[in-house]
């Protein structure tokens, strides 16, 4: 998908790939201001969409937004913002604004590896509302052409990187080299702080890797953490696509069972009863000017 340029567009971009967001929509306004009410913006972590009037205010609004991301609190709220006393901005009206987080898709899924089984297992996954991180450190193994949910992470050191790409997710461990998979399951163990750790490959390397990794220490409860064979053994088959759809179904189950509840979210009616009882305008205000330019 081309990059956004507008904040409906952006939207979906963002549900497509199942990152979280902040819609900005313009409440209210009295007096000369830059923008109109129902004009919007969308912001993520790093980037941001449209426009509801550039400067401060438009700074000030996606600073609170990166807030509200960074502490994972996906809630609707109403700011204020009085143009000339606190942002400095020549139009002197006001601007009431409601941002409502989304917290985009709930699972996290990591998956190491880009040999025939990964990529039979993104035509299935990028269909799904999941967000992935598709791990490996040879880049030429990636397809030109991934799903928009799909990250790709190229890295000479997938084990120093796993720490920090797998909290809190499901990682699958697919990789072409068995020394590479022992690593990775020892320093996720370690870290001890994923949702459930799949790992490909038969009852023999399943049981080998269970004596060297309680050789090293690792208790027997951590090391059940591991899922190895990965997949259902109710589905039959051993080509790409069926291992693939194999692994799927697990996933399917375990994401369903560890889905977290989500909060309620959205204004309370105490906060919007107070909204609706405030008057939009006052006696002092200026007549608003239609014709004021971006403070971009």
């Known amino acids: 998908m081309n990059s956004p340029q507008t904040w409906y567009q952006a939207v979906a971009a963002c549900e497509q790939r199942g990152e979280p967001y902040v819609l900005v929509t313009v409440l ?10 129902a004009s919007k913006m969308v912001v993520t972590g790093d980037q941001a969409w449209d426009t509801i009037g550039g400067g401060h205010l438009e700074f000030k609004i996606i600073e609170q937004a990166r807030q509200q991301l960074s502490q994972q609190q996906y809630r609707a709220e109403v700011a204020h913002f009085p143009l ?3 942002l400095g901005q020549c139009c002197g009206g006001s601007v ?7 917290p985009g898709s709930a699972h996290h899924l990591v998956v190491f590896g880009a040999g025939h089984v990964a990529r039979a297992l993104m035509t299935i996954a990028g269909e799904l509302p999941w967000r992935i991180t598709w791990v490996d450190e040879r880049a030429e193994q990636f397809p030109e052409k991934i799903p928009a949910n799909v990250h790709r992470h190229h890295t000479d050191d997938p ?3 796993a720490p920090a790409l797998c909290a809190d ?8 080299n068995h020394q590479l998979d022992y690593e990775l399951c020892r320093t996720l163990l370690r870290a001890d702080h994923t949702v459930g750790i ?6 023999t390397k399943a049981e080998r890797f269970r004596k060297r990794l309680a050789h090293r220490g690792h208790s027997e409860a951590a090391i059940a953490h591991i899922r190895c064979p990965v997949g259902r053994s109710d589905v039959p088959g051993k080509r790409p696509m069926e291992v693939a759809v194999s692994i799927v179904a697990e996933l399917l189950g375990l994401m369903t069972t560890d889905a977290p509840a989500r909060p309620r979210r959205g204004l309370p009616w105490s906060e919007l009863r107070g909204l609706l009882q405030e008057p939009t305008t006052s006696a002092t205000s200026p007549t608003p000017q239609s014709g004021d330019q971006d403070q971009r």
């Open 28 to 37: 209210g306004v009295t007096g000369s201001v830059p923008r109109e009410p």
């Open 84 to 86: 000339g006393a606190s």
């Open 96 to 102: 009431s604004v409601l941002l409502e987080g989304q």
């Open 159 to 161: 084990v120093g990187d």
């Open 169 to 176: 997710a499901q990682v699958l461990i697919l990789t072409h």
């Open 198 to 203: 799949g790992l490909i490959g038969s009852a």
